[in-house]
């Protein structure tokens, strides 16, 4: 992704070889800080405060924390500290913890003079690897958008929930990446950016990354997706998701059920971009995906910049009223028109999964 | 309404006999304030800033406006003058708009020097009769909350968008009306109160007067109330309407379809509540309502509350992008289960509207 032209991942190695440099995406949109991890008390703060977030970006940065541990003291027991608060960071991450477990393993392998270095190898492989899915994601995808780009004039207008972008990714992100790809081919786009409260990461986040690609986009509340499709100004809904179960159930962001629903109702396409390491084979239904209940101040409290330039918090809530904030939400399969992966799009069904992932039948 | 155990509408007569009181809403919920208007500019500044907003609240208000007016100067010419700048404070509100032909037709059959008091008189009809609407719809709409609550243990879980409540009238309110009422016979009640973006009338108006009739509520992001419903967390939906066609459409806050498409999902019934005025007999097909657009602003700044106690917008949006703000969207009659009339409850259909306005017919 390149910002203000000059291209960047969302987390790499410096150049002095071994500090672990970031995008604090806590200070996006207002503010573009690059901020550096040097210990692995650094990097549990970045998970745990929210200054990288999104599944892949999140694993990615735990392999790096590992190898920054690791330079103090490689030794099993160190290993095992250091993998255990990674994942307590962010207790309901599945990617996280998934991440650390494999990196552990591999690294438990070897001799301990060895680690670090392998710890600095894996992170690299698992950052180039993530890469690699959300391009093979864009490459499928944007054949849908230059489907739909044939068949009519004016721009393609694109509804996007949440931020499911590169920088929720290492780059190009995953319902973005086909976006980024059409209009690297000069097709002309238009996006719909669904705020998503409570954490507007879309206003925040997908717009900021949308404005730096240079494609055009519209934020709107989350409540507009249905008077749009109702008036024939989207032509496609592409949405991430944080985890896909092995019959095509999609949870993601809470109100992407919502946005399913309209485009069902009023005929428009409505597709799932997400890498393969996230569909969870052993689940079938996504009734069954337990719903993550965040905290309340996240609805009360919503910052953002005051007009004389500084950060700040406001409360929206009538003083004494509750709030209750869940996370997901789970769009049935029958909703999804289809599943943007890395090897290909397929029907969101237990059949088109094992079409693209036959390995994972029986 | 009681605000802090003290009995108030929406809108009064000063005691001084010709400044009118209201209660400026864009305050709430943080601070409680009466504004008084006392020129027809401080009535359009009211109507259009929204310090009074909700249709039968609006139409009252412009009656006292054509009443402020008329002190300064009551001919042919002022009063048209005034009325035409009093409908294009809100564009969309089509009771506004009857509201002002109304009195404008009942005041030029008088001779001038008895249209002002005239007009603050049919003011304080209109105010009145909107209350007895409002009662109205409550007797009714409670028989619904008492059929749902004889069928099952616990409180009746009941979803609403937007404000339809006491603010948005004169007082009880349309959509809450019937909350209020099961609230005063001592049924056990739980409302789910949408946020709704961007003015958030949700999480500060409803919410306020739900909490000072101490009605049990929980505020929700807009997001969220797909996830109640597929969870079996929601019994009914009641929602207000700023116009109804004559065919059943709804045209209400932006959000209230994505709610309808959700309850129809999920067998959930989805009431509509709104006074016979408010039914738009000239038009047939709710896809042929315009839906206003509102200032970009409303979308990017969000007003509340800092941590110090001040009252601030803070700026939520990427810098250089753009936004759409629709206030409206239209729910179709096949996705609502009942209209709550002051007559009735009655099908969404002309059928259904035609037997309980039967004047209406031909």
């Known amino acids: ?6 291209p960047y991942r969302t987390i790499w190695l410096n150049d002095d070889g071994w500090g672990v440099d970031i995008i604090d995406q806590t200070r996006l949109p207002h503010e573009f800080i690059v901020a550096r991890l040097e210990t692995l008390e650094d990097t549990i703060y970045a ?66 003079g060895d680690r670090a270095s392998a710890a600095y190898q894996l992170a690299a492989e698992m950052a180039d690897e993530d890469a690699e899915i959300c391009r093979s994601i864009g490459r499928y995808g944007v054949k849908i958008l230059e489907s739909i780009a044939s068949k009519k004039t004016g721009p393609v207008n694109i509804l996007t929930h949440c931020n ?21 081919k000069g097709m002309k786009l238009h996006v719909w950016v669904d705020e998503t409260r409570p954490r507007n990461q879309g206003a925040a986040l997908t717009a900021y ?37 092995a019959s095509g159930d999609v949870c993601n962001k809470i109100g992407t059920y919502l946005k399913a629903l309209a485009a069902h ?14 569909i969870d084979w052993n689940l079938e239904n996504g009734a069954d995906i337990p719903i993550e209940q965040r905290p309340g101040d996240e609805v009360k409290y919503l910052a953002g910049r005051t007009r004389d330039g500084k950060m700040e918090a ?38 088109g999964l094992l079409g693209l992932y036959p390995e994972q039948a029986g």
């Not at 735990?62 to 608060?85: E, F, H, M, N």
């Not at 109702?265 to 996230?278: E, H, K, R, S, W």
């Open 1 to 6: 992704m390149k910002i203000d032209g000059k």
């Open 47 to 112: 998970i745990g405060d929210m200054q990288v977030r999104g599944a892949p970006l999140i694993g990615v940065t735990a392999a790096y924390g590992i190898a920054l541990a690791l330079r103090t003291d490689a030794g099993d027991q160190a290993l095992a500290a250091a993998c255990d608060k990674l994942v307590a960071a962010r207790p309901t991450a599945v990617n996280l913890a998934w991440a650390v477990k494999f990196v552990r393993a591999q690294l438990l392998r070897l001799p301990e």
């Open 164 to 184: 499911a972008g590169a920088l929720a990714t290492v780059e190009w992100g995953t319902a973005t990446a086909p976006i980024y790809m059409a209009q690297a």
């Open 209 to 245: 990354e949308l404005g730096q690609a240079g494609v055009e986009h519209t934020v709107i509340v989350d409540n507009v997706g249905g008077h749009l499709m109702q008036n024939d100004m989207v032509d496609l809904c592409i949405v991430g998701t944080d985890r896909t179960t």
């Open 265 to 278: 109702d009023n005929g428009v396409p409505f597709y799932v971009a997400l890498p393969g390491p996230t």
């Open 314 to 351: 406001v409360d929206i809530l009538a003083p004494g009223s509750s709030v209750a904030n869940y996370a997901f939400d789970v769009t049935p399969a029958k909703y999804i028109t289809g599943l943007i992966t890395e090897r290909g799009v397929c029907a969101a069904s237990k059949k």
